[in-house]
């Protein structure tokens, strides 16, 4: 790492430390200021000026020593080779970049591509059935010739079968951490975390220096939701972290998925429950989910097919320079768009409208787009 990259990763991690600070506050902060250095230089008076801030923590911010810490984390990060993922970096999962709270900071180890084609989480109780970890290595395994990363939070029950299950496949499979990348928990999976890390990754938001906390790992599920196309929910009671990352997940308009057990079996209360209130689409086997993301091989021979072929009505101007960027990539999101495009926003939406009417491309969740 550079001196200048370094210096700047330092103020970074700083920003992250920040007393009463969180990530969209934080955003704010660099949205005014222009850069995590700049927030450190910047006077009280100014800092009242800019919104939500208010005396008590603008005092707070430009009082706070925070850099010495910071440089006991950078040296952290330096050591054991991670890769800090900062919100405004290319690396940064697209996918998550835009969430309103998306992490300001991501620390990451791992060779898979946080911004791979297919991404699925795959969650559910950490006291999973016989019947759970079964269908859910199947599921898996039906997945394999598909292209897909795996994501999930290396906790007991269906989340370690998950991972275990892509490992055994030559999938790569993700795992999001709610604790800093100096430990593993629950110590029992640490052996398959060491595995990810060459067919897949670890990724957190916390540092080293964070205190591992209960609350942390229902904040994590917010990333295992942002970072993947869609949520399948495998086993699960009613209350848990499964159901809460599939509320996140449909909160953010990702597609969330459920497998159905018996009704009078406690871990699968939490599925059920979520297909009857159309809170998750009801599927039994990859096919089913393959098919809804119309990611199935049919679908992408078809998509080739098509591409191939000229379009028989005209198109637009504008309707031309979509076609052509969506034919250049898999699929992008309507922010790249707009910059790419050069349209301003409300005349590409429509013309997305349009095009997506006219059954010319589909839109994917988290507003991106795809030719069909």
């Known amino acids: 790492m550079s001196k200048a990259n370094s210096s700047q990763l330092l103020y970074q991690i700083g920003l992250t430390m920040l007393p009463g600070v969180g990530s969209i506050l934080a955003k704010n902060l660099l949205a005014y200021c222009g850069s995590p250095e700049a927030v450190f230089k910047t006077s009280k008076a100014k800092l009242l000026k800019i919104p939500a801030i208010g005396e008590e923590r603008a005092e707070a911010i430009a009082k706070a020593d925070v850099l010495t810490d910071a440089e006991k984390e950078l040296k952290f990060i330096e050591d054991f080779k991670i890769t800090p993922l900062f919100f405004t970096d290319e690396e940064y999962p697209r996918r998550l970049k835009q969430l309103a709270d998306s992490p300001l900071l991501l620390f990451y180890k791992g060779n898979a591509d946080l911004n791979a084609e297919r991404m699925v989480a795959i969650v559910g109780t950490r006291k ?144 059920n429950f979520l297909i009857k209130t159309f809170k998750a689409g009801l599927i039994e086997n990859a096919h089913d989910f393959l098919e809804a993301m119309h990611w199935s091989k049919a679908g992408d021979a078809a998509k080739s097919q098509k591409q191939q072929r000229q379009l028989t009505f005209a198109l637009t101007e504008d309707e031309q320079k979509i076609y052509t960027l969506l034919s250049e990539k898999p699929e992008l999101e309507i922010d790249k768009l707009v910059a790419l495009s050069a349209m301003n926003s409300s005349a590409l939406a429509g013309t997305l409208l349009e095009m997506e009417m006219n059954g010319i491309i589909v839109s994917l969740p988290g507003k991106r787009y795809k030719l069909i």
């Open 128 to 271: 999973a059935t016989e019947y759970g970890k079964e269908a859910t290595r199947k599921l898996v395994s039906e997945l394999a010739a598909h292209d897909v990363v795996v994501v999930s939070g290396l906790a007991y029950g269906i989340d370690v079968a998950a991972h275990n299950a892509a490992l055994e496949n030559n999938l790569k499979t993700i795992g999001v951490l709610g604790h800093g990348l100096n430990t593993i928990y629950p110590s029992q999976h640490t052996a398959v975390a060491k595995k990810m890390v060459t067919q897949g990754g670890l990724l957190t938001e916390y540092k080293s220096v964070d205190e591992m906390r209960l609350h942390n790992f229902p904040e994590r599920n917010r990333i295992v939701a942002g970072i993947s196309d869609a949520v399948i929910v495998m086993e699960s009671p009613t209350k848990g972290g499964a159901v809460l990352t599939a509320n996140i997940a449909n909160s953010y308009n990702k597609d969330v998925f459920a497998y159905p057990g018996r009704t009078i079996d406690k871990t699968s209360c939490g599925c």
